[in-house]
């Protein structure tokens, strides 16, 4: 599977907002659904969003709901994710991921993992 490839991170200050966009291979439209995840420093990646491409259905993770949003623009075979309120701990590098489903009542990516994008909340 084609890692999907992410842009838009940058420096905001504390309160501000962001757009990040993944780009993925149009073969990628499949059964799974697209997810971002991110990773802050000296920590495990963790679970951000994930939308499913076909239905449009979303979860987040609790520490983001209400102040970011997933959406997708199938034919710019695209996924965003909106950053908004942004906190200093929400500064992690964000990865998004194609091949997202539920695994052990968790959201795992099973698919390639790209570069990311790294995104810095200042205070």
């Known amino acids: ?11 905001v200050q504390a309160g501000g907002s962001l757009r990040l966009s993944c780009t993925y291979d149009r073969r990628t439209f499949n059964r799974y659904a697209t997810g971002w995840f991110r990773r802050a420093p000296g920590k495990d990646r963790e ?26 623009d199938n034919a710019k075979s695209t996924v965003y994710l909106q950053l908004d309120s942004l906190r ?30 790294q995104v810095t909340v200042s205070s």
Do not use: H
């Open 1 to 11: 599977q084609v890692a999907a490839v992410e842009s838009g991170g940058g420096l």
């Open 47 to 72: 679970f951000v969003a994930v939308i499913n491409l076909s239905s449009g259905s979303t979860d987040y993770a609790d520490s983001v709901k209400g102040r970011f949003t997933i959406s997708r």
């Open 88 to 117: 200093p701990e929400d500064t992690a590098v964000y990865y998004c991921n194609t091949g997202t489903r539920m695994y052990e009542s968790k959201w795992r990516g099973f698919g390639s993992w790209g570069q990311g994008t």
